[in-house]
């Protein structure tokens, strides 16, 4: 089995930092994805940050420059550094990977439980 821990949300003040941290834990013999998503009250679920095993990241338009996704590949492991955070940013956030659990098997999708992170204003 695997599962995706998410930790780090919470309530903070417009133009404040968060962290959010997501580990992968079971059995893994590959991860190629591991995003970060939010779900705004109301809102269908977006794309926040992407990053690949190789390095490569991606943002959406509405947090390029604020937010900063970093990958460990050692401890199957990704985070989401939240800058300059705007009560817009006010969602829940999961975690998602996809992974490989045996070489026989494809690549599947995870996600975490999600984590709330609420900016006031």
């Known amino acids: 089995q695997v599962q995706l821990v998410e930790s780090g949300g919470g309530l903070v003040q417009a133009g404040g930092s968060l962290r959010l941290s997501c580990a992968a834990s079971?059995?893994?013999?590959?991860?190629?994805?591991m995003d970060w998503y939010r779900q705004a009250p109301g809102k269908q679920r977006e794309l926040v940050a992407q990053?690949?095993?190789?390095?490569?990241?991606t943002y959406a338009d509405s947090v390029r420059g604020r937010f900063t996704i970093s990958r460990d590949n050692a401890k199957n492991a990704v985070s989401l550094q939240m800058s300059s955070l705007k009560p817009e940013d006010t969602a829940v956030y999961y975690c998602?990977?996809?992974?490989?659990?045996?070489?026989?098997?494809?690549?599947?999708?995870?996600w975490g439980q999600g984590t709330q992170v609420t900016v006031s204003s």
């Open positions: 998602y990977a996809r992974i490989r659990r045996a070489w026989t098997t494809p690549m599947n999708d995870y």
């Open positions: 990053s690949t095993s190789g390095g490569s990241t």
């Open positions: 079971g059995s893994i013999v590959s991860i190629s994805a």
